[in-house]
């Protein structure tokens, strides 16, 4: 067991952050494609802050999005297979407030030998950015770069309509709670077609998260969805066998 007020410090310690890769693909005609790997997080072995969720809560609750969401990216780039788009979670706080953020993600990039145009920043968030003028600059800077944006959890929390026209994202991911058990529910599947409509209008991709069960894919394929994650395509990978896939995909 980790004290809480050693807690941080045992997050941030070399090794206390283990990244794992789980697979985004697309369906085709025949078959699917890997289309990326979103990079996880997962706390210091052996303790309560393993589990993503702890982590990230205890994060949030210290509002210590910033040093975290930096250990994150430089463990998940650092053991991170090439010759593969790469989602990276960030929250909106940290892009607000962080004005060396988008320079230590570029050198960060660079040192592993990564492209920042095979990037998407992933936003999640659980209450709105603390600087709006900033976080929209941030945006800005990223797109200068070439790196996506994807907008996390999108139904749920602070994604909602004004993070949509905020962000204007590339990809809308929609959170597993519209899409678990939607093939036999009405109520999610109009919900599905209603932000099928707003990707269309912003130009955006829909990836469905949670996805477990062929009905499921039926249902989203249907909607007009392709871009899938879920325990059916793939459960978080180790780095050693994220690379292996992305070999085998190649």
Known sequence: MIREHHALDAILDPGGITPVYQPIVRLQ??????ASLECLSRGPKGSNFEAAN??????RLKREETLVDRACIAAALASAPMSVRLALNVHASTLARDADFIPFLMETAKQNEIGVQSLTVEIVEHA??????GFLKALDRLRDLGICIALDDVGLGESNFKMMLDVRPDYLKVDRYFVDGCHEDRDRQA????????AAHFEAEIVAEGVENEAVVETLT?????????????????????????HAAA
């Open 191 to 198: 919900v599905l077609r209603m932000i099928c409509d707003l």
């Open 222 to 246: 249907e909607t007009g969805i392709t871009l899938m994650q879920g325990y059916l395509f793939g459960r978080p990978l180790s780095a050693a066998d994220a690379a292996a896939l992305v």
């Open 54 to 59: 702890v982590l990230f809560d205890y994060v």
């Open 29 to 34: 005609p025949i078959g699917t494609k890997l």
């Open 128 to 133: 709105p950015p603390w600087d709006g003028v």
